[in-house]
């Protein structure tokens, strides 16, 4: 077991919305959240997790205040439960994302992942299957989610998942 995980942006989308392979990401945050290990998000993640979980619980792909609210009480939940949110170096992230085919967030999960030492929570994005900068990466889902699962416009759940935030977190859900 890694004394360190470092969570992707999908990951944390994963487990807040019920999407395959949360159950794999809550026993990794279970294990943070009980003290047995650290556990981070970088803030540039945490930026993209607020911004979709805005758009998601809001209208038409829109955030709303209640939305935005939403998205910020999942953040402080996580938070509060023993995950940072961290920042990460940019010097290390830019290098990841100079030389790799990999979206600026996943170079900021990566630069924070190799500046701890920490195993990098992913799922099946091929971004993360050559690096720039070395990390190991433990893949909680192999099959990528479609689109309609995925963030793209287009999609908005109809309710949490059953490890979604505010069920997980014991917080009444209506909004």
């Given amino acids: 077991m890694s004394d360190e995980y470092v969570f992707d942006t999908e990951a944390i989308v994963a487990f807040l919305y019920g999407e395959p392979g949360h159950d794999t990401v809550a026993d990794l945050l279970g294990d943070v959240f009980a003290g047995d290990v650290d556990g981070a998000l970088a803030e540039t993640n945490a930026s993209e997790v607020f911004y979709l979980v805005s758009r998601f619980e809001g209208v038409d792909d829109a955030p709303t205040d209640a939305s935005l609210r939403a998205a ?68 909680f889902r192999e099959d990528p989610v479609g689109a309609e699962l995925s963030g793209i416009s287009g999609w908005t759940p109809t309710e949490r998942g059953p490890l979604g935030s505010m069920r997980y977190f014991g917080v009444a859900a209506g909004r």
């Fill in 72 to 139: 910020d009480r999942d953040l402080r939940a996580l938070e509060r439960r023993g995950l940072g949110i961290e920042p990460a170096d940019w010097r290390l992230a830019a290098e990841a994302k100079a030389d790799g085919d990999i979206s600026l967030a996943d170079a900021y999960a990566v630069a924070l992942a190799a500046e701890r030492d920490a195993t990098l929570v992913v799922g099946a994005d091929d971004d993360f299957d050559e690096l720039a900068v070395d990390v190991d990466v433990r893949r």
